[in-house]
């Protein structure tokens, strides 16, 4: 019996991850991260809950990822203090992982190892055959599982149009798959809602093309560091213009490295540029590529929009290409590094008002393509929210497949195959743990609750001692806040909140049971009502009363 | 000398404020609010600082609100806090501002007078003659306004586009302010960056005529309850369909009534039925119009959408329309919503998989177009971040006006003149101000970065009180934290921080001078690398020691 459980994926772009079982033999495919989302206060990013596989870890038998962004590989270095199974992926992939690893200091016992779409691996009962699938980084893989009870086809995050370096996706593979007979697809929802197909990255070149043409200055293109293919796009366009390229920024030039080392990033030497040599050269001259485009405050062109670049300051004639998406949620920073790139003078060319960004997922026609050329008995959507995943499972639908060998499943699900029949059979645990400084998992709701409170309303804190005789104040009270109002304000907002307290000390004799504990409640509830009506906000109280 | 001054609208969405001056008098035209911004934590929203107004409030004759939307009207409440000018708007734009003030208990003392697009109507030095424009909410009006240097246009919020009721704007008599000469267009840049012309209503009204045909239960459309245009639109295709009409939710029910009463809403009394009807009919019979399609967590549909909502459960064979934009920042509220819509059966309908909403903002062709018919001497860009006042700027730039004559200014330039020339000239105080409960402008910068810190890292207090004479501790340290991690992780965490403070108290003997001070400045910094070491974070540490 052949068993698939995604401990993340299904139901949130993002921490995929996906478990494959035969009897007691697991194998795992990709361990990503995904970014916090609003209401998570303070926490770095989340990663799925991986206790399911804690529980019999020598049963992984090897950790397979398929392509080398965070969503994929982000909660990798967690995965291992949990398991020590070997981890495979391709060149590019498990380059950025060692870094990663390094950076973090964790250790791979079971080693890190080179696949190849050329070379089939086998990992227990299962046989790996890799596809190459064209994304926006270099190097990804699906992979076309051999399983005993047949043929599982996961597409990994894939386009169907034509990428940079030419190669793209693989589709006489995924085809030759379909012949062979496909069990179940398990394929990428992200950009279900998107109408026809995604544009070839020929088609972004020819918008560069036409930027450094008509750029009178200096041209800086911030995009993802990873987007490897993108940038040997610029290079190229730049140098047949006889520009100069400066990679600058930590990430991009670790990532520019390891493709360099590997062949997938070629600048050659009388085009590549040092950040140190840039007044050397006329603006004219000169393709800066970094990083930033998604507003990061702490990234190179918020530096430069703000002015606090120490190597590079904004001037009129400087033209700025925001390459990539304006991921929800950053819209507002992205565009204030927009208006004050503006501001400095520069020219700012973006996605929405012309085509330097293409998506990295296929729009529904390459999604029913990919179902033309696999045929498979049974499709589970992946890699989507919920909603994602309903429209994939209705283009499926709409395509052919019955409706009982769709299988819409969420995270923990289990879905099992046996004899060439599939369903959802139970759920295993499984959730998120957020991860914040070094604690993981040491964040809850309730934490998070109270975060919120405090960040909408600001805390007071109220020290008192009294004479554990006579009942008598010695000190105090003093009261102290933070992210409540002004200081200014302050002062006679708490001077007022002092007399509340004080009327709560009289009300109380010296003689009443557990006076101090009665005060504390007292003193809450009535501060509590004060701020209210005062400034009609509800700070959080904490009183301190001590007898001494 | 004509000066006109934004107080807010230049260079953000919302705010929108514009004082127009002709020696001592002033007029002013709408009063917007904005809502908050990610980092203003607690803020319940933003309004244009007007201590310009304030410091010579009889010189304002007379406010004039273009349309009823909040980002024109919401700050009108404390605007007449300052001045007691009369307040002009529409019929529909007073109801609600009437509404408005009497939810908050806030006097008009110089009225509301009502204006019509027949009747122009002088203030002072200034005559103005109102153009009705289409939008998506009734009765907006653009202004043309004669002043002593000439003729200026102010667009308002518009579109070209047909609009639901078939009026739209009107385009010959702005072309009349063209014949005439205009010696300055302000106008809406909101939509700059979108391509082509916003299409017309009818095109939602045809898609919403086929949901209605094809959906075999009940129909649940979420829209702005100001949307009174398309409010009309569902109700005569839900009547043609032979079903009821259901309008439910507080602003929704509020809105409707006043457009009612005006004759801009139109609801049968054979299609109009209570909310307590709607179990006497089948679903296939039903339309309910609602709020909540920004996600706001309170809305109508956020209950429908998680089972809370008393009289309507979600259930398969219902239909579920979004009809509105996603507003950026609230993509994965109104996701989230949408996911668990999905998972209790229903099928949605939204902005991203169908054309179930227009804009009601001028795209670029539009925008040309408005320019043709003024043909302004002078061109202000409005309502917009910085870069879309500029690319508007640059749209007028190829329209063919002189760059000498495109004034692209921000938040209190003055834009002055004289003769039939104008330019920037100086600047007045301006900014914005944040309303948190009942406060307005006692939450600023300094608060803010504490709410800031407190949400990502939360709070640790530590009390602790000492023998004044000997200097032995005679109550505590006792710690309380909020905010910083799991209560169970609290104890073991807790207790090594108390070890933490023991030692910076034997550290300083009874007789180190200012012993209170310098300890609770150890143990500030104490704590804060103790925290940091052990989990990553920097609480605020707010230390209490007190001698007795």
């Given at each position: 019996m052949l068993r698939i459980i995604a401990l993340g994926g299904l139901g949130e772009i993002g921490l995929n991850m996906t478990v494959f079982e035969s009897d007691d033999a697991r194998l795992v495919v990709d361990a990503g991260l995904m970014f916090p989302e609003d209401y998570m206060l303070g926490v770095d990013f989340v990663i799925p809950d991986m206790s399911y596989l804690r529980r019999h870890p020598s049963r992984t038998l090897g950790v397979v990822l398929t392509h080398a962004h965070e969503d994929h590989i982000g909660a990798l270095p967690y995965l291992l203090r949990e398991i020590d199974a070997p981890i495979f992926g391709t060149a590019f992939t498990l380059g950025l992982v060692r870094q990663k690893l390094e950076e973090l200091e964790v250790a791979a016992p079971g080693g890190l190892h080179v696949i190849s779409c050329e070379r089939p691996l086998a990992i227990g009962p299962f046989t790996l055959d890799f596809i190459r699938v064209g994304h926006s980084v270099v190097d990804g893989v699906g992979i076309a599982i051999d399983t005993p009870e047949g043929l599982v086809v996961h597409t990994g995050d894939f386009k169907l149009s034509r990428t940079a370096d030419g190669s793209g996706t693989d589709v006489q593979k995924f085809s030759r798959c379909g012949e062979r007979g496909v069990l179940a697809l398990l394929s990428d929802s992200t950009n279900i809602?998107?109408?026809?197909?995604?544009v070839p990255d020929s088609r972004i070149a020819e918008t560069f093309t036409q930027i450094v043409e008509k750029s009178p200055g200096r041209i800086i293109v911030a995009l993802f560091a990873s987007n490897i293919g993108r940038i040997q796009t610029i290079v190229d366009i730049a140098r047949q213009a006889g520009r100069k390229v400066i990679i600058s920024g930590r990430s991009i030039e670790a990532s520019a490295e390891i493709a360099k080392a590997l062949g997938y990033l070629t600048?050659?030497?009388d085009t590549d540029v040092s950040i140190d040599l840039l007044e050397d050269y006329p603006g004219e001259d000169i393709v800066i590529i970094t990083t930033g485009s998604q507003g990061e405050p702490m990234s190179a062109l918020a530096r430069m929009a703000s002015g606090t670049h120490k190597q590079i300051k904004i001037q009129p004639g400087d033209t700025v290409v925001l390459s990539?998406?304006?991921i929800p949620g950053n819209e507002r920073a992205i565009g204030k590094i927009i208006d004050n790139l503006y501001r400095?003078?520069?020219?700012?060319?973006?996605?929405?008002?012309?085509?330097?960004h293409v998506s990295g997922h296929a729009f529904r026609d390459e999604l029913k393509q990919m179902i033309r050329l696999t045929r498979?008995?049974?499709f589970v959507p992946v890699h989507g929210e919920y909603r994602h995943l309903v429209l994939h499972a209705r283009l499926a639908r709409e395509m052919g497949i019955d409706e009982g060998r769709i299988l819409l499943a969420e995270n923990g699900q289990v879905i099992e195959f046996e004899k060439g029949v599939g369903r959802i059979a139970g759920c295993v645990d499984t959730g998120r743990v957020l991860v914040d400084g070094k604690g993981v998992g040491d964040v809850g709701r309730a934490v998070l609750k109270e975060r919120r409170v405090l960040s909408e309303e600001g805390v007071v804190a109220v020290t008192m001692a009294l004479d554990e005789a006579t009942g008598i104040i010695m000190y105090g009270p003093e009261i102290v806040s933070r992210g409540v109002v002004f200081e200014t304000a302050t002062g006679h907002l708490l001077q007022d909140a002092h007399c509340v307290v004080l009327e709560v000390v009289e009300e109380l004799s010296p003689e009443t049971p557990d006076r101090v504990e009665r005060m504390s409640s007292r003193i809450q509830t009535a501060l509590r009502q004060y701020f209210f009506y005062t400034i009609g906000r509800r700070p959080v109280i904490l009183p301190f009363i001590m007898e001494v």
């Open positions: 809602e998107r109408e026809g197909a995604t600048v050659p030497r990539s998406k304006f400095r003078g520069a020219d700012v060319i973006y996605e929405k008002i012309s085509d330097i498979p008995r049974h």
